[in-house]
């Protein structure tokens, strides 16, 4: 006897009341799976569609704005390692002051951090890039104390000559 023919055979040995509570019982689950794998996902995306949304515009906006000031460096004429050398030392002593010190080597500059805050180590390094047009290549940095200082030393490539 096949399986087919044994589960016929168990349906129809039922009362009918047994039948209509399996019939109930199956089609419950079959709506639940049907809910669960057809609809549930859909509408999560849709509930988050409009916070993803705020955060790719965010994110496109930030990307956009990368975007034009690369352009803008692009467009900058061509510094020399010198001249490099001599605005990176500028900014070390505008922005980070006694917290730093500066040692030269070919065209790389260590730039030795001492207790430097970290907003300002923030903005020197955006005006290191953009305004020396040098490259940070290495950095070993660690926190000072409990305060928002760091502690370390910054690598920094000098543009080609």
């Known amino acids: 006897m096949s399986r087919l023919a044994t589960l016929r055979s168990r ?6 009341r047994e039948r209509a509570l399996s019939a109930v019982a199956a ?3 079959a709506l639940a ?9 859909p ?26 000031q690369a352009l803008s460096m692009q467009s900058q004429p061509r510094m ?17 002051g006694p917290a730093a010190q500066l040692a030269a080597a070919g065209d790389r500059v260590t730039v030795t951090l001492r207790a430097a805050p970290a907003d ?3 903005m020197w390094l955006t005006q290191v890039r953009v305004n020396a ?10 926190r000072s104390g409990s305060s928002a200082s760091w502690d370390g030393t910054v690598v920094l490539a000098l543009p080609a000559r």
Do not use: C
Not at 33 to 41: D, K, S, V, Y
Not at 80 to 91: P, Y
């Open 11 to 16: 349906w129809t040995a039922l009362a009918a």
């Open 27 to 29: 089609t419950l689950v």
């Open 33 to 41: 799976l049907i809910w669960w794998l057809g609809f549930a996902g």
């Open 43 to 68: 509408l999560q995306t849709l509930r988050n569609a409009e916070s993803r949304h705020a955060a790719l515009d965010a994110q496109l906006s930030h990307m956009r704005s990368l975007q034009t």
């Open 80 to 96: 020399t390692a010198e001249e490099s050398r001599r605005i990176l030392e500028e900014l070390v002593r505008q922005r980070l």
């Open 120 to 122: 300002v180590l923030a």
């Open 133 to 142: 047009r040098a490259q940070p290549i290495e950095a070993r940095l660690t």
